[in-house]
């Protein structure tokens, strides 16, 4: 049974005097603190499983500096990949005011995200006061704040042409397949809405009998795979939903469970001649479908290596890679 996973609550202890330490690169709001079970920190920013918007690492800490035996707080950013890791910078901060605010570095290498992650660091020198921010990924894109205050990244694009309302199965694919769409792996795709839903429509080939969708319906463009997120694959004869179940970081690194999603309803599949299509059904997708709407939305082809996406270098586990879909009037 699918089931909804949030990032794993923490408890402050009951030290009167407490470090709160706010690392924030991210263009988001600020979110929930995440705080270590045995040490009196609380973390503002970024929070565990959030994503970075620039390759800088700021910090900014309010300290009790009465608690700071050498008035000063060291932090290490590292890299995680698996059970590796690797020290990208180190800083000692001096603290004399409350207020703490500092430049660590920068990260190479971007993205970051997937199973690769950053792990944020604190101790407190002259004593066993330290914590851990992770895992932050790092997803440098540009974008736009909507008329409602949400940021929205400017990635590539493809169109879904608008489909009358009523309009499925046979009629839908062979308005989509006289499209040109756009081609993935040397197999062509096109995209179409109405009010029922999403349409998918995929020609598959020797050398792509199969696609996978990925759909970001926060369009996020994060780091990491969430609840959120959906997937699609469609074969020859068949079409089915993945989606995250559960996520987790351990010493062994970051590790992503999946799950199933949707029905024969929900993800109906419609074969005609060389052609499927696939309709996701809008209720299912939680999604309200309007004119000039946009979703998170990337294509890997089957059978043709990790090259062959869209956007190209798209990678299926860091939607911050993906492009997008926009639903046409």
């Given at each position: 049974?699918?089931?909804?996973?949030?990032?794993?609550k923490?408890?402050?202890?009951?030290?009167?005097?407490?470090?709160?330490?706010?690392?924030s690169?991210?263009?988001?709001?600020?979110?929930?603190?995440?705080?270590?079970?045995?040490?009196?920190?609380?973390?503002?920013?970024?929070?565990?499983?959030?994503?970075?918007?620039?390759?800088?690492?700021?910090?900014?800490?309010?300290?009790?500096?009465?608690?700071?035996?050498?008035?000063?707080?060291?932090?290490k950013?590292?890299?995680?990949?698996?059970?590796?890791?690797?020290?990208?910078?180190?800083?000692?901060?001096?603290?004399?005011?409350?207020?703490?605010?500092a430049?660590?570095?920068?990260?190479?290498?971007?993205?970051?995200?997937?199973?690769?992650?950053?792990?944020?660091?604190?101790?407190?020198?002259?004593?066993?006061?330290?914590?851990?921010?992770?895992?932050?990924?790092?997803?440098?894109?540009?974008?736009?704040?909507?008329?409602?205050?949400?940021?929205v990244?400017?990635?590539?694009?493809?169109?879904?042409?608008?489909?009358?309302?009523?309009?499925?199965?046979?009629?839908?694919?062979?308005?989509?397949?006289?499209?040109?769409?756009?081609?993935?792996?040397?197999?062509?795709?096109?995209?179409?809405?109405?009010?029922?839903?999403?349409?998918?429509?995929?020609t598959?080939?020797?050398?792509?009998?199969?696609?996978?969708?990925a759909?970001?319906?926060?369009?996020?463009?994060?780091?990491?795979t969430?609840?959120?997120?959906?997937?699609?694959?469609?074969?020859?004869?068949?079409?089915?939903?993945?989606?995250?179940?559960?996520?987790?970081?351990?010493?062994?690194?970051?590790?992503?469970?999946?799950?199933?999603?949707?029905d024969?309803?929900?993800?109906?599949?419609?074969?005609?001649?060389?052609?499927?299509?696939?309709?996701?059904?809008w209720?299912?997708?939680?999604?309200?479908?309007?004119?000039?709407?946009?979703?998170?939305?990337?294509v890997?082809?089957?059978?043709?290596?990790?090259?062959?996406?869209?956007?190209?270098?798209?990678?299926?586990?860091?939607?911050?890679?993906?492009?997008?879909?926009?639903?046409?009037?």
């Open positions: 049974m699918d089931r909804q996973i949030n990032p794993p923490s408890r402050l202890s009951s030290f009167v005097s407490t470090l709160a330490l706010s690392l690169l991210s263009a988001l709001p600020a979110l929930p603190a995440l705080a270590q079970d045995d040490a009196p920190v609380v973390v503002t920013s970024p929070s565990s499983w959030s994503t970075l918007r620039s390759d800088s690492v700021l910090v900014s800490a309010q300290v009790d500096t009465a608690r700071l035996p050498k008035g000063s707080i060291d932090f950013v590292v890299r995680r990949s698996g059970a590796r890791s690797s020290v990208l910078f180190s800083k000692s901060v001096r603290a004399e005011d409350a207020a703490v605010d430049f660590l570095g920068r990260v190479k290498g971007a993205p970051v995200g997937g199973g690769d992650f950053l792990s944020i660091e604190w101790s407190v020198p002259g004593s066993d006061l330290k914590g851990v921010v992770e895992p932050v990924g790092v997803a440098v894109l540009s974008g736009t704040v909507s008329p409602d205050n949400k940021w990244p400017s990635v590539p694009h493809v169109s879904a042409v608008r489909l009358k309302d009523g309009l499925s199965g046979d009629g839908a694919a062979d308005a989509l397949a006289a499209l040109r769409g756009f081609s993935v792996g040397g197999a062509n795709f096109a995209a179409g809405w109405n009010a029922s839903g999403l349409f998918l429509h995929f598959p080939t020797s050398s792509v009998p199969a696609a996978e969708f759909l970001d319906l926060k369009y996020g463009a994060n780091a990491f969430a609840w959120a997120d959906k997937f699609v694959v469609v074969g020859a004869d068949s079409a089915y939903g993945m989606r995250v179940s559960k996520r987790s970081v351990d010493k062994d690194g970051l590790k992503v469970e999946e799950s199933s999603w949707g024969a309803k929900s993800i109906a599949l419609t074969e005609t001649g060389a052609g499927r299509l696939v309709m996701l059904d209720s299912e997708l939680g999604v309200l479908p309007f004119d000039g709407r946009n979703i998170g939305f990337a890997f082809a089957k059978g043709q290596g990790k090259g062959a996406a869209y956007p190209s270098g798209a990678a299926r586990s860091i939607p911050g890679t993906w492009g997008g879909i926009s639903l046409a009037k």
